[in-house]
């Protein structure tokens, strides 16, 4: 059974940097790209970013491109996503998601989501 599970979110200022952590159970973590999204309450869910499974492959969302930090460290079978020069908007649950190949979409896995929550 595959199991994703987030850390490292919380409360944090604006202009503050947050790194989240996944690490992933139940899976050849070199099979998956692993990806971040994040969802506001009555808002649809955001692509945030993906790391493809070497990690030689990159992805951001729009929102946040030349914010982020994103790696991967496949012998601990955890992601690594640093968010700069947090914004009050970046404020959500955010997930992490495992999929086999490489996309944007069709996330197979998904982990039960971190707050952040970034304040003025």
């Known amino acids: 059974q595959v199991q994703l599970v987030e850390s490292g979110g919380g409360l944090v200022q604006a202009g503050d940097s947050l790194r989240l952590s996944c690490a992933a159970s139940g899976v050849t973590f070199g099979d998956y790209a692993m990806g971040w999204f994040r969802q506001v309450p009555g808002k649809e869910r955001e692509f945030v970013a993906v790391?493809?499974?070497?990690?030689?492959?990159?992805e951001y969302g729009d929102s946040v491109k030349g914010r982020i930090t994103l790696n991967r460290d496949n012998p601990r079978n955890t992601v690594y996503m640093q968010i700069n020069s947090l914004k009050v908007e970046d404020t959500a649950v955010y997930y992490c998601?495992?999929?086999?190949?490489?996309?944007?979409?069709?996330?197979?896995?998904w982990g039960q989501g971190t707050q952040v929550t970034v304040s003025s």
């Open positions: 790391i493809s499974q070497d990690g030689g492959t990159r």
């Open positions: 998601a495992g999929r086999r190949g490489f996309g944007l979409r069709n996330f197979e896995d």
